[in-house]
């Protein structure tokens, strides 16, 4: 399990009340493989405005496409959000681990081919 990643590498992750450099967030690996990664939610909308506009203009130094502020989500933000958590589990990936496979490809019912 690799907990407490910086907190610029969890953009919508609440940061650490002890060290705000880093954010409440974690993955579980079994075997080199990512099963599951989660985090604490950022429920602070003015955290979150900050963040967003401090990686558009990021993306706008570096000439990376710049995308619109989610003002919805900001807003939902602004109405109100309860302390809270998620975890997602990559049921893919546990499944290699159940079956033995090496790549992800002999467990998906519709691989996607890449060229």
């Known amino acids: 399990m690799i907990t407490d990643f910086p907190a610029s590498q969890a953009a919508l992750a609440r940061k650490r009340v002890d060290n705000p450099e880093l954010a409440e967030r974690f993955e579980v ?5 990512e099963l599951a990664n989660g985090f604490y939610e950022l429920t602070d909308p003015v955290e979150q405005r900050q963040r967003f506009e401090e990686d558009l203009i990021k993306r706008q130094t570096l000439n990376l496409p710049t995308y619109p ?18 975890i997602a589990l990559g049921l893919d990936r546990l499944l290699m681990l159940i079956v033995g496979a090496s790549h992800i490809d002999e467990v998906l019912a519709f691989p996607i081919n890449c060229a």
């Open 29 to 33: 690996y079994v075997q080199g493989i």
């Open 69 to 86: 502020l989610d003002e919805r989500f900001l807003a939902a933000l602004e109405s109100g959000l309860p302390d809270c958590a998620g």
